[in-house]
């Protein structure tokens, strides 16, 4: 069902008539985020402050007056149940009380020192238990704790290559923006300004190709893998069964490093899917939804690389080496970390979490079969999103295929002018501790009503 065809079974409701309608209907009730996106073009790249922000559907951003729980309300006084959850990043439910109180507290005693914290011991010790690997170091965002673990991966193997999977996504890491075509290592189609071409640092592989894998890491030139346990950008995509079994194997045949990115994925519980599914990475990372929003993020190790990596650095060098940041560790960013793994993202809070998932992805399967639209939906832990194909895909190149951009606008806006706000990248929702059935049913509605439109 693509943008550029009719979506009605007689071709009488064009995708571009429901577009045009929803386009107005925005416009008119949100006339103060207008006049505030038309100001912002003056002074903002795009009238937005990250360009990114440009891709909401409608023809402007909406401008957010207040963020609670799982709801938002907007400049024109319009709630919204929201599924977007800042793309994960506010995962824990939006201003949690606990983190607003650690926030609060720290704030008065001081943000930042260049100094440790009794917090930095309390979740380092938190995160171990989590995820298993013994070591953490910190950053402000994963981007950065991707890329700190790329370069100390280089460093302690003397190995000058990455190997990633095609459409993965790891921030705004260079090497990860790759992509395969006819064989060959390319710049992925977005990629700004790439520093060098990707094929001298990056190896691509599809999801689930082991053979492809095997092949890749054969000439022993790879530090690292570094990979999300499943593909959750471009639409979830689950690993084989054995595909992980095998994937630590052949790295560790190699002595190749490998690095799990659980920043999305630790929509599967407390310790992600490291933990759920009984990983043996040599590196985790994550990000985006362990401070309850405020900037912040981690990366640990094994106790074994951690003392690889302690012994190859001179002390005399451990502040110019291309990893840190003078803000990174800072006191606020720990204690928020501290109060929202302690007591918000909690394993309570999943065991209320998955099972919202799971309505969520009945209602969508439901609408999908009423209205017989070729569509189908998966779910990872509290995370679950519908993909426009009616095979589930093996790996990245699969699900990008299943992909819309018109489509994918129309339902989002459809859901917004309805108070559902879903990740304007794709078509994920995801649930927070604060999320309520009713929240999952009012989605329900807005997507069936979205699918018998498109149907009929």
């Given at each position: ?16 008539t429901?577009t ?26 795009a009238?937005?402050?990250m ?6 559907p ?10 609670r ?6 400049v ?9 959850l800042?793309?994960?990043g506010?995962?824990s ?10 926030i ?11 100094l440790p ?6 979740v380092s010790?938190?995160l171990?238990?989590?995820f298993?690997v013994?070591?953490?170091?910190f ?11 790329i ?7 003397g ?12 921030g ?8 395969l075509e006819?064989g060959?290592v ?6 700004l ?17 082991l053979?492809?894998?095997?092949a890749a890491l054969?000439?022993?030139?790879v530090a690292l893998?570094?990979t ?5 950008n471009?639409?979830i995509?689950?690993?084989d ?43 985790v ?6 401070a ?17 990596i302690?012994?190859s650095i ?13 803000l990174?560790?800072?006191?606020l ?13 909690t394993d309570?809070?999943?065991?209320r ?12 399967e439901?609408?999908?079969?009423e209205?017989?639209v ?27 295929a299943?992909?819309?951009f ?9 859901a ?9 990248f ?17 989605h ?12 009929s």
């Amino acid at each position: 069902m693509k943008s550029d065809t009719g979506v009605s079974g007689d071709g009488s409701t064009s995708l571009a008539t429901l577009t045009r309608r929803e386009e107005e209907c925005f416009a008119r009730e949100h006339p103060r985020s207008r006049t505030l996106a038309e100001r912002a073009k003056e002074h903002l790249l795009a009238g937005v402050p990250m360009h990114w922000m440009a891709k909401w559907p409608g023809g402007f951003p909406l401008f957010v007056a207040e963020a609670r729980g799982s709801r938002f309300t907007d400049v024109d006084g319009h709630e919204y149940v929201d599924f977007c959850l800042g793309d994960t990043g506010a995962m824990s439910g939006h201003a949690p009380e606990a983190t607003l109180r650690a926030i609060a507290e720290q704030a008065a005693r001081g943000i930042t020192t260049m100094l440790p914290t009794e917090d930095a011991l309390a979740v380092s010790e938190e995160l171990t238990r989590r995820f298993g690997v013994t070591r953490w170091q910190f950053a402000l965002t994963a981007t950065d704790a991707n890329r700190f673990s790329i370069r100390l991966a280089r460093h302690v193997t003397g190995r000058p290559k990455v190997l990633v999977f095609n459409w993965c996504y790891h921030g705004s890491v260079d090497e990860s923006f790759a992509t395969l075509e006819a064989g060959q290592v390319v710049p992925r189609r977005g990629n700004l300004g790439p520093p060098v071409p990707p094929s001298e640092t990056t190896k691509v592989v599809e999801w689930n190709d082991l053979d492809g894998l095997e092949a890749a890491l054969a000439p022993g030139d790879v530090a690292l893998v570094l990979t999300e346990p499943a593909l959750t950008n471009v639409g979830i995509v689950h690993p084989d069964p054995g595909f992980h079994d095998a994937l630590r194997g052949l790295t560790r045949d190699t002595g190749t490093l490998l690095a799990i990115d659980e920043t999305h994925t630790i929509c599967c519980g407390p310790g992600g899917f490291t933990k759920a599914h009984g990983l043996e990475p040599d590196v985790v990372t994550i990000g985006k939804p362990i401070a309850g929003g405020i900037p912040a993020a981690a990366y640990g190790f094994t106790g074994a690389l951690a003392d690889r990596i302690a012994d190859s650095i001179e002390l005399e060098e451990v502040d110019v080496g291309g990893v840190g940041g003078t803000l990174a560790a800072n006191a606020l960013s720990l204690a928020a970390m501290r109060a929202t793994l302690d007591e918000v993202l909690t394993d309570e809070a999943f065991d209320r979490m998955i099972p919202l998932a799971e309505r969520w992805t009945t209602g969508v399967e439901e609408a999908i079969a009423e209205t017989g639209v070729p569509w189908h939906v998966t779910r990872l832990g509290c995370r679950a999103e519908y993909l426009f194909g009616p095979d589930r895909p093996r790996n990245g190149t699969e699900a990008h295929a299943a992909g819309d951009f018109g489509l994918e606008r129309y339902m989002h806006l459809h859901a917004l002018n309805r108070g559902v706000l879903l990740t304007p990248f794709h078509n994920m929702a995801l649930m927070s501790p604060a999320t309520t059935d009713a929240d999952v049913d009012r989605h329900t509605e807005v997507f069936a009503e979205a699918a018998r439109e498109l149907a009929s």
